[in-house]
């Protein structure tokens, strides 16, 4: 059976109709802090466990005899900067937990996500390799960079056979993000259909590395479901698609929308988008465990554009 973590979340959303899919909607258990943050994960198994609470995540795994959990609760980038220790407690503690869990072998397997985050201003910044130079100049970044080395000391110690990839900045449409800098690159397609106008606010050649979440939550389950032999990188793979400016992503809704217009209000969070790599080396996941992206630009945005203005409840529209 698999907990999912964090279930409510951009991604973790997403995960739990994959994993339902792929091993029925019993065999996979949704939570997260609160039923308020149910959002689209209103059906099949839901419960409300505290990632910072050893004892909350426990019950539950003893509960539904857990043997495999994603661990996707965190505070992202931009929320963990304005809270600090907040996010240490939450991105570590919960981690702790969850490999604490595993080291007693009451659960066999861990997914855990860490992020291009886990690079730093004195990180190269094109085609950053997969063993580079890691200074991380954010609270997020540093829990990721610390959270990779645990991971890979808990499976050198002690076996427990825990998975993690670097991600993008990930774009979708079915749920909102929270609090990340890329979130600008979901906001724009949201406000290109409600308003038509999107105010940016990271400056027009901020290049970051994207990817559909389509491909991220392929890599998430073709890395767990590869022989463990296959990984042989314990920290955490990085992990590639695209890369991309807010200009361009302008210009390619520009194509389907020709009046779609953009302005750029740089704020704290171009500090932190300015510290992360602009392009990603992801040939060792490629050759490990057969990584390989589908969603280029034009194809994000074609969907997107599509499925949001279908959705037409855009959360960001104008309630007229
Ligand atoms: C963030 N979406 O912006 C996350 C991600 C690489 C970015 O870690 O914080």
């Known amino acids: 059976k698999v907990l999912i973590i964090g279930a409510c979340g951009q991604i973790g959303s997403e995960l739990t109709f994959k994993l339902r899919d792929m091993y029925g909607s019993s065999n996979v258990i ?9 959002g689209v994960v209103n059906s099949g198994i839901f419960e409300v466990v505290d990632a910072r609470s050893y004892s909350s995540i426990k ?30 407690d939450l991105n570590m503690e919960s981690l702790f937990h969850v490999l604490n869990l595993a080291k007693t072998n009451i659960i066999k397997k ?29 609270v997020y970044g540093i829990t990721k960079q610390v959270g990779e080395r645990w991971c890979e000391y808990y499976f050198n110690k002690y076996g427990v056979d825990v998975r993690s990839l670097r991600y993008p900045g990930i774009i979708s ?21 409600a308003d038509g106008v999107y105010e940016c606010f990271l400056s027009e050649n901020t290049k970051l590395p994207m990817m559909y979440m389509e491909d991220a939550i392929k890599a998430t389950v073709d890395i767990m479901e590869a022989p463990a032999e296959n ?3 314990r920290s ?17 809704i520009q194509v389907t929308l020709p ?29 490990d465990w057969g990584w390989n992206h589908k969603f280029d630009l034009q194809d994000i945005t074609n969907e997107m554009l599509f499925q949001l ?8 529209k104008k309630s007229n």
């Open 30 to 38: 949704a939570s997260d802090i609160s039923y308020s943050n149910l």
């Open 59 to 88: 019950i539950c795994v003893e509960k539904y005899e857990i043997d495999t959990i994603y661990l996707m609760a965190a505070m992202l980038s931009a929320t963990g900067e304005k809270y600090p220790m907040k996010a240490w």
């Open 110 to 138: 861990v997914f855990w996500p860490s992020s291009i985050a886990v690079f730093g201003p004195t990180t190269p910044v094109d085609y950053t390799p997969q063993y580079t130079v890691m200074e991380p100049s954010t």
């Open 173 to 193: 449409w079915k749920t909102m993000p929270g609090g990340g800098t890329t979130d600008y690159a979901v906001e724009i397609y949201h406000k290109a259909i």
């Open 231 to 233: 990984i042989k990188i």
């Open 236 to 252: 955490s793979y990085n992990l590639a698609a695209i890369s991309f400016t807010p200009k361009e992503v302008a210009e390619s």
């Open 259 to 287: 009046d779609f217009k953009i302005t750029y209000s740089p704020d704290y969070r171009q500090t932190i988008a300015d510290s992360w790599p602009k392009s990603i080396d992801d040939s060792r996941a490629r050759t």
């Open 309 to 316: 203005d279908k959705m037409d409840k855009s959360p960001l």
